[in-house]
């Protein structure tokens, strides 16, 4: 691994141990050139995913780009940062483990809504505001109406919400 603070090739791993519920490893190494210390992550990668945009090009799945999008949908929602970090790898796992080696930017899009959806209402219309592109306040309440009413419906299903 490169130090990323004077670009040296090779460094030292000091400390290793599961991170995500066992869905990865988190590794502390040091630098045996500068001595910059840094933490890396490693996860298992079943196959290489490409994404198909709207537009029709192709670029490979970037689970940073995943994780920004989410994190900024469940900004100053109490929810725990372990909560955000398996929600994003249980998307991941339902992409990789689908049997395609290509997948539609609306396929992505949907996964995170399920997932945003059973995590918290809120960052459930904030990811859908900029998912589907909602142009006024209209649209905002057409979804209220329409999707949570339904997602309402199946955690009510579920027996994750109370009927009040």
Do not use: W
Not at 33 to 42: I, K, M, Y
Not at 90 to 112: D, H, K, M, N, P
Not at 151 to 158: D, M, V
Request: with cysteine; aromatic share 8%.
């Amino acid at each position: 691994m490169r130090c990323p603070f004077c670009g040296f090739a090779d460094t030292q791993v000091k400390d290793s141990r599961p991170a995500e519920d066992g869905a990865s490893i988190r590794r502390r190494r040091q630098c045996p050139a500068c001595g910059g210390r840094f933490t890396t992550f490693e996860r298992v990668q079943l196959r290489e995913l490409k994404v198909i945009k709207r537009d029709g090009t192709r670029e490979l799945f970037d689970r940073d780009k995943l994780q920004r999008s989410v994190t900024i949908a469940l900004r100053k929602r109490d929810v725990p940062e372990e909560r955000i970090d398996h929600l994003i790898s249980g998307i991941v796992r339902r992409l990789e483990t689908s049997g395609e080696a290509e997948v539609s930017t609306s396929t992505v899009g949907q996964f995170v809504l399920d997932a945003l959806g059973e995590t918290d209402p809120v960052a459930f219309v904030r990811y859908a505001s900029v998912y589907r592109d909602f142009r006024e306040a209209e649209d905002f309440n057409r979804f209220v109406d329409d999707e949570l009413g339904a997602l309402k419906e199946r955690l009510k299903l579920q027996g994750q919400v109370r009927d009040d």
